[in-house]
């Protein structure tokens, strides 16, 4: 359980270096500010919905954590752990169409939306760059795909899919260039009417998932523990600890893509790169 | 475990039922999800990892994209009005209870086979095998055929569909 | 409840206001931003998420109407504030118990969801679909001041727009100070287009500008970072296209045609020439041409185009001779 309240923490650490680079206040003010804010809604808006869609996120947040391994050690023993984190990632589109439907407000089912067609873009290349990945390691378990980059890591010799794994963790929390279902542009959309409580639960699920994503790419591309002198879980820690810095950082630096135009290419270029990465590793395992 | 199991068996059951007794279709669709995910969780006590965790991935993103479209077509996309989940009452009543009593009747009539060995070290290798082995070009031919479609599609819909770059104006 | 009043206050020492200007008020809303910058907070983008509103310059009836919409249904605790009492904010009393209650919806709503029983009407492909009539402003953030577009969406696609000016008159602030309102113009674009960092950065360099100190080497530096970017570019590219004739039919000035990566391009190299010192070539705006050119350019678009659309116009209403 260690794992899971590790990335709770660096989840925390994600929101204090997103509101240093953005110049506000850090994330326990804002959290104040949430908590004492007045519960309102707006007119005919389905409540239980919307809360579903709040507490599902940090809730499958919480629950991808499970299958992370620092070193070789992961909270859930289990074989399937890269099939589990799928899954859990994909409660992000149910959690945030309810928020936006919930509300029962046009931009926020918009934004609610939004997100449907950016999962429906992310959703495949993102899958195969997770298979690339555990069909290199003969395993769909974490630990064992960090293990089996003793040599050479997999994000150096499958950069193609490195690279679309970390624009679908972007695209996952609905981050940065990707932040469209929550975009300024439509008032805060699918989160735009979600009460002060809510919407700090909701937006801590968010950094959550950031978090796990980020923690997830060590086994998958960064040889896990693997590293000199220090110990394999600190290894896994300094590496997660990179990634969540780097997507961190990124938030504020790319304008935000729409989906009208993003699909198109994910469909088109993102797909058949991942799956020609995949054929190459697929020869290369095979032999 | 014998708890969680009928746990979940009624939870499946009841979202079930709440499919038709909720108002509006995205409490529908809801309870529908929440009836598969409690299927997904019997799957993973029955041992089956592999394919529990699947069956709640693939319902999550089937049933999104299914309330996409069900909210597309309905009359109230809004969902301000409650509207009834159920059509054609007698017929529909008519054919599950026939459905039902002929399932019912085959659980009973069957002879169940006496288990034979242990279960596999691993149930996803084992069902990776019985599937893809001996019929490994059938599933390579339908699985490429499937993504060519799909892209396919996509790829006509965003050239010249009613909002891409062409239809926009 | 010493456990909340210590959080409120906790809370209170970073609120988050949500800015709303009226066609007058653009020197205020600059003098808003920058106070916010000095201070370490941040604007919100809707006021749903908070209970603090600043209104900057004087709304005329239509729009101080809709203010007081959007003012009733915020969240507790509130404060009503003018642009200089930033930091005298003193919430009222009007909340009854922001934790625990479910209290029932107060006063109408944000300007988004007075959204009402949905119609139908044929598509563009014949279909038979929904039609939601959705305002887009006028309290809006990062929105020309006094402006509302009356929608008609079927999904997020425009399918009919009517541009309505709300709020109108009060002399343009931008008068002699063109390099600063691109910038800002720039500013509010980039932050449409989701891109915070080098919106932040011209919005420092437009106050700067105002400031008088110098510029032109931050600005270039800018100026590379936004034309390099392919993001942005393809995200632009081909949206809002005005035919040239628009020029005659709407009056509209002729560095509006095109698209609106391309408008954008020309507000870049309005900016570094004005900076040299040269003139503006382009001379008056014509804001309210601009307005009348909205419709026919929105429809067809969805509405993160839309946005986009009117943020590369940018009409500045405070030029436009308020109407009774």
Same mark, same amino acid.
Request: proline share 6%.
């Given at each position: 359980?260690?794992?899971?309240?590790?990335?709770?923490?660096?989840?925390?650490?994600?929101?204090?270096?997103?509101?240093?680079?953005?110049?506000?206040?850090?994330?326990?003010?804002?959290?104040?500010?949430?908590?004492?804010?007045?519960?309102?809604?707006?007119?005919?808006?389905?409540?239980?919905?919307?809360?579903?869609?709040?507490?599902?996120?940090?809730?499958?947040?919480?629950?991808?954590?499970?299958?992370?391994?620092?070193?070789?050690?992961?909270?859930?023993?289990?074989?399937?752990?890269?099939?589990?984190?799928?899954?859990?990632?994909?409660?992000?589109?149910?959690?945030?169409?309810?928020?936006?439907?919930?509300?029962?407000?046009?931009?926020?089912?918009?934004?609610?939306?939004?997100?449907?067609?950016?999962?429906?873009?992310?959703?495949?290349?993102?899958?195969?760059?997770?298979?690339?990945?555990?069909?290199?390691?003969?395993?769909?378990?974490?630990?064992?795909?960090?293990?089996?980059?003793?040599?050479?890591?997999?994000?150096?010799?499958?950069?193609?899919?490195?690279?679309?794994?970390?624009?679908?963790?972007?695209?996952?929390?609905?981050?940065?260039?990707?932040?469209?279902?929550?975009?300024?542009?439509?008032?805060?959309?699918?989160?735009?009417?979600?009460?002060?409580?809510?919407?700090?639960?909701?937006?801590?699920?968010?950094?959550?998932?950031?978090?796990?994503?980020?923690?997830?790419?060590?086994?998958?591309?960064?040889?896990?523990?693997?590293?000199?002198?220090?110990?394999?879980?600190?290894?896994?820690?300094?590496?997660?600890?990179?990634?969540?810095?780097?997507?961190?950082?990124?938030?504020?630096?790319?304008?935000?893509?729409?989906?009208?135009?993003?699909?198109?290419?994910?469909?088109?270029?993102?797909?058949?790169?991942?799956?020609?990465?995949?054929?190459?590793?697929?020869?290369?395992?095979?032999? | 475990?014998?708890?969680?199991?009928?746990?979940?068996?009624?939870?499946?059951?009841?979202?079930?039922?709440?499919?038709?007794?909720?108002?509006?279709?995205?409490?529908?669709?809801?309870?529908?999800?929440?009836?598969?995910?409690?299927?997904?969780?019997?799957?993973?006590?029955?041992?089956?990892?592999?394919?529990?965790?699947?069956?709640?991935?693939?319902?999550?993103?089937?049933?999104?994209?299914?309330?996409?479209?069900?909210?597309?077509?309905?009359?109230?996309?809004?969902?301000?009005?409650?509207?009834?989940?159920?059509?054609?009452?007698?017929?529909?009543?008519?054919?599950?209870?026939?459905?039902f009593a002929a399932l019912a009747a085959g659980v009973?009539?069957?002879?169940?086979?006496?288990?034979?060995?242990?279960?596999?070290?691993?149930?996803?290798?084992?069902?990776?095998?019985?599937?893809?082995?001996?019929?490994?070009?059938?599933?390579?031919?339908?699985?490429?055929?499937?993504?060519?479609?799909?892209?396919?599609?996509?790829?006509?819909?965003?050239?010249?569909?009613?909002?891409?770059?062409?239809?926009?104006? | 409840?010493?456990?909340?009043?210590?959080?409120?206050?906790?809370?209170?020492?970073?609120?988050?206001?949500?800015?709303?200007?009226?066609?007058?008020?653009?020197?205020?809303?600059?003098?808003?931003?920058?106070?916010?910058?000095?201070?370490?907070?941040?604007?919100?983008?809707?006021?749903?998420?908070?209970?603090?509103?600043?209104?900057?310059?004087?709304? !005329?009836?239509?729009?101080?109407?809709?203010?007081?919409?959007?003012?009733?249904?915020?969240?507790?605790?509130?404060?009503?504030?003018?642009?200089?009492?930033?930091?005298?904010?003193?919430?009222?009393?009007?909340?009854?118990?922001?934790?625990?209650?479910?209290?029932?919806?107060?006063?109408?709503?944000?300007?988004?969801?007075?959204?009402?029983?949905?119609?139908?009407?044929?598509?563009?492909?014949?279909?038979?679909?929904?039609?939601?009539?959705?305002?887009?402003?006028?309290?809006?953030?990062?929105?020309?001041?006094?402006?509302?577009?009356?929608?008609?969406?079927?999904?997020?696609?425009?399918?009919?727009?009517?541009?309505?000016?709300?709020?109108? !008159?009060? !002399?343009?602030?931008?008068?002699?100070?063109?390099?600063?309102?691109?910038?800002?113009?720039?500013?509010?674009?980039?932050?449409?287009?989701?891109?915070?960092?080098a919106a932040r950065r011209a919005a420092v360099l437009?106050?700067?500008?105002?400031?008088?100190?110098?510029?032109?080497?931050?600005?270039?530096?800018?100026?590379?970072?936004?034309?390099?970017?392919?993001?942005?570019?393809?995200?632009?590219?081909?949206?809002?296209?005005?035919?040239?004739?628009?020029?005659?039919?709407?009056?509209?000035?002729?560095?509006?045609? !095109?698209?609106?990566?391309?408008?954008?391009?020309?507000?870049l190299r309005e900016i570094g020439a004005a900076l040299?010192?040269?003139?503006?070539?382009?001379?008056?705006?014509?804001?309210?041409?601009?307005?009348?050119?909205?419709?026919?350019?929105?429809?067809?678009?969805?509405?993160?185009?839309?946005?986009?659309?009117?943020?590369?116009?940018?009409?500045?209403?405070?030029?436009?001779?308020?109407?009774?």
């Amino acid at each position: 359980m260690l794992e899971v309240v590790v990335l709770g923490v660096l989840a925390v650490a994600a929101a204090s270096l997103d509101a240093v680079l953005a110049g506000g206040p850090g994330p326990f003010r804002e959290a104040a500010r949430l908590l004492v804010l007045e519960r309102r809604t707006t007119p005919q808006a389905d409540r239980l919905l919307a809360r579903i869609g709040a507490i599902a996120l940090p809730l499958a947040a919480a629950l991808a954590a499970l299958v992370v391994p620092f070193g070789g050690h992961a909270a859930l023993d289990t074989r399937v752990g890269v099939v589990w984190f799928n899954a859990m990632e994909v409660v992000g589109w149910a959690a945030v169409w309810l928020v936006g439907w919930g509300a029962n407000s046009a931009f926020a089912l918009v934004g609610g939306y939004r997100f449907i067609a950016q999962g429906l873009a992310y959703e495949l290349p993102h899958m195969f760059a997770l298979i690339t990945a555990a069909l290199a390691a003969h395993s769909l378990d974490l630990r064992a795909i960090g293990a089996a980059q003793g040599g050479l890591w997999f994000g150096v010799w499958m950069p193609v899919a490195f690279a679309v794994y970390l624009v679908s963790a972007l695209a996952m929390a609905f981050w940065g260039p990707f932040g469209a279902p929550l975009g300024a542009d439509i008032a805060g959309g699918a989160a735009l009417e979600l009460p002060g409580p809510d919407r700090l639960v909701f937006l801590a699920g968010r950094y959550g998932l950031l978090a796990v994503a980020s923690a997830v790419a060590v086994p998958l591309f960064l040889g896990g523990g693997g590293g000199p002198v220090l110990p394999a879980w600190l290894w896994s820690l300094v590496k997660t600890c990179a990634v969540l810095a780097l997507l961190v950082w990124a938030r504020r630096r790319l304008p935000v893509l729409r989906m009208d135009r993003f699909v198109q290419a994910a469909w088109v270029v993102l797909i058949p790169a991942v799956l020609l990465q995949m054929l190459v590793v697929a020869v290369v395992v095979v032999d | 475990m014998t708890v969680l199991f009928w746990v979940l068996a009624v939870a499946a059951v009841a979202s079930g039922a709440a499919v038709f007794a909720v108002g509006s279709m995205a409490r529908a669709t809801f309870a529908l999800l929440a009836s598969f995910l409690c299927v997904g969780g019997e799957l993973l006590l029955a041992g089956q990892h592999y394919l529990g965790v699947l069956v709640v991935l693939m319902m999550i993103m089937e049933m999104l994209v299914m309330a996409v479209f069900m909210v597309m077509y309905m009359m109230d996309p809004a969902g301000l009005m409650p509207m009834s989940m159920v059509h054609n009452r007698r017929g529909a009543l008519i054919v599950s209870g026939a459905v039902f009593a002929a399932l019912a009747a085959g659980v009973f009539a069957v002879p169940w086979p006496a288990r034979r060995g242990g279960p596999p070290r691993d149930p996803a290798a084992a069902l990776g095998q019985a599937i893809m082995g001996p019929k490994m070009l059938v599933m390579m031919v339908i699985g490429i055929a499937i993504l060519a479609t799909m892209i396919a599609t996509v790829v006509l819909a965003t050239r010249t569909g009613r909002y891409g770059e062409d239809g926009a104006r | 409840m010493g456990l909340r009043e210590r959080l409120r206050g906790f809370a209170a020492r970073s609120p988050r206001p949500f800015v709303v200007s009226a066609a007058d008020g653009t020197g205020d809303r600059l003098a808003v931003e920058a106070g916010l910058r000095a201070r370490r907070w941040r604007p919100a983008v809707s006021p749903a998420e908070t209970g603090v509103l600043v209104v900057c310059g004087h709304p !005329g009836e239509a729009l101080a109407e809709a203010i007081d919409v959007v003012w009733s249904a915020m969240p507790g605790p509130r404060a009503r504030i003018r642009p200089d009492e930033l930091d005298g904010i003193e919430p009222d009393g009007l909340e009854s118990d922001g934790l625990e209650s479910d209290g029932a919806p107060r006063g109408a709503a944000s300007p988004s969801d007075d959204v009402g029983m949905a119609d139908r009407a044929d598509d563009r492909d014949g279909l038979r679909l929904d039609v939601l009539h959705v305002p887009l402003g006028p309290v809006l953030a990062d929105w020309p001041a006094g402006l509302r577009l009356d929608l008609a969406l079927q999904g997020d696609v425009v399918q009919s727009a009517e541009a309505v000016i709300v709020d109108a !008159g009060g !002399g343009s602030f931008w008068a002699g100070r063109e390099a600063a309102r691109r910038l800002d113009g720039a500013a509010r674009f980039l932050r449409v287009a989701g891109w915070a960092d080098a919106a932040r950065r011209a919005a420092v360099l437009r106050d700067d500008v105002l400031d008088g100190r110098p510029v032109r080497d931050r600005f270039e530096a800018l100026e590379r970072t936004v034309r390099r970017s392919r993001l942005l570019r393809w995200m632009t590219r081909g949206v809002g296209n005005l035919a040239p004739d628009a020029v005659e039919r709407h009056g509209v000035p002729a560095w509006c045609v !095109g698209d609106v990566a391309g408008r954008l391009d020309g507000w870049l190299r309005e900016i570094g020439a004005a900076l040299d010192g040269g003139g503006t070539p382009g001379g008056h705006d014509r804001d309210e041409a601009l307005v009348s050119v909205l419709p026919e350019l929105v429809t067809g678009a969805d509405l993160g185009q839309a946005r986009l659309i009117v943020a590369s116009l940018d009409p500045d209403l405070a030029a436009v001779t308020a109407r009774a």
